[in-house]
């Protein structure tokens, strides 16, 4: 079992339609779905036409495939300069987030909110595969990600580009809201263990936090990110 498979609806196709991505190295269908497939995107010589016990054998145990599996290179990693820093634009940083559900969510809301992108540190962020990919419904094809050796670095390039960082924090002394100002932002997440690191919290140039008047100190950092990234399109509403 190798861990470079995609499964699901949503992953599945939206690999298939990305242009950018490598031809397959196996595609497994049940019938009904072969045929979906075969109607939408024509014949694919990578296809295989199994039971649903063949499909499962091949991923990890519980993975819910709707009856597809997708074994395919991994997307290339978009360079930092290829971020448009433009009025309003928005990336995402992920500080050492790497539970793969909450990744994959976050790919989802960048993507419905138009982030111009995700930015990962190589060593601490799980693959655009698997359990993430289904989590992100898609979006794994749908907005740029670049995977950097070290954040503060990142940071220090994407501020000479242009962009302005704005990292959340629970103890800031301001809101998100006030920390925005509509400039090209990075927003910068922590995980939820313990939030931004201290180097990479001194390289942002605000800290915002979410307002939780109900009283719990934190949210999961899926939904932190969600929140962040509809105030971020009110600010360049």
Same mark, same amino acid.
Not at 46 to 59: K, Q, R
Not at 142 to 153: A, F, G, K, M
Not at 178 to 191: F, I, N, W
Not at 219 to 237: C, D, K, M, P, Q
């Given at each position: 079992? *190798?861990?470079?498979?995609?499964?699901?609806?949503?992953?599945?196709? @939206?690999?298939?339609?990305?242009?950018?991505?490598?031809?397959?190295? &196996?595609?497994?269908?049940?019938?009904?779905?072969?045929?979906?497939?075969?109607? &939408?995107?024509?014949?694919?010589?990578? +296809?295989?036409?199994?039971?649903?016990?063949?499909?499962?054998?091949?991923?990890?145990?519980?993975?819910?495939? $709707?009856? +597809?599996? %997708? $074994?395919? @290179?991994?997307?290339? =990693?978009?360079? +930092?300069?290829?971020?448009?820093?433009?009025?309003?634009?928005?990336?995402?940083?992920?500080? $050492?987030?790497? !539970?793969?559900?909450?990744?994959?969510?976050? %790919?989802? =809301?960048?993507?419905?909110?138009?982030?111009?992108?995700?930015? #990962?540190? !190589?060593?601490?962020?799980?693959?655009?595969?698997?359990?993430?990919?289904?989590? @992100?419904?898609? @979006?794994?094809?749908?907005?740029?990600? =670049?995977?950097?050796?070290?954040?503060?670095?990142?940071?220090?390039?994407?501020?000479?580009?242009?962009?302005?960082?704005?990292?959340?924090?629970? =103890?800031?002394?301001?809101?998100?809201?006030?920390?925005?100002?509509?400039?090209?932002?990075?927003?910068? #997440?922590?995980?939820?263990?313990?939030? +931004?690191?201290? %180097?990479?919290?001194?390289?942002? !140039?605000?800290?915002?936090?979410?307002?939780?008047?109900?009283?719990?100190? *934190?949210?999961?950092? *899926?939904?932190?990110?969600?929140?962040?990234?509809?105030?971020? *399109?009110?600010? &360049?509403?």
């Amino acid at each position: 079992m *190798s861990d470079d498979w995609l499964w699901g609806w949503h992953a599945v196709t @939206a690999a298939l339609a990305n242009p950018a991505r490598e031809p397959a190295d &196996r595609l497994l269908a049940t019938a009904d779905r072969a045929r979906e497939l075969t109607a &939408r995107f024509g014949r694919n010589p990578a +296809l295989e036409i199994v039971e649903t016990g063949v499909i499962s054998h091949n991923l990890p145990g519980g993975a819910v495939h $709707q009856g +597809l599996a %997708l $074994q395919i @290179a991994m997307l290339d =990693s978009v360079a +930092l300069e290829e971020f448009d820093a433009k009025p309003g634009a928005v990336i995402l940083m992920l500080d $050492q987030v790497t !539970d793969p559900q909450n990744v994959g969510a976050i %790919l989802r =809301s960048a993507a419905a909110f138009g982030a111009s992108g995700v930015i #990962l540190q !190589d060593r601490h962020a799980p693959k655009l595969t698997g359990a993430l990919a289904k989590a @992100a419904a898609g @979006a794994v094809d749908q907005i740029p990600t =670049s995977h950097v050796v070290n954040l503060s670095r990142a940071l220090e390039t994407l501020a000479d580009l242009g962009w302005r960082a704005v990292g959340l924090d629970g =103890s800031a002394p301001q809101t998100l809201e006030q920390a925005l100002d509509g400039a090209p932002t990075v927003l910068v #997440l922590g995980s939820e263990g313990d939030g +931004l690191r201290r %180097l990479v919290a001194e390289h942002c !140039d605000a800290l915002g936090k979410i307002p939780m008047p109900g009283g719990f100190e *934190s949210l999961n950092v *899926s939904a932190a990110a969600a929140v962040a990234l509809y105030e971020a *399109s009110r600010t &360049r509403a």
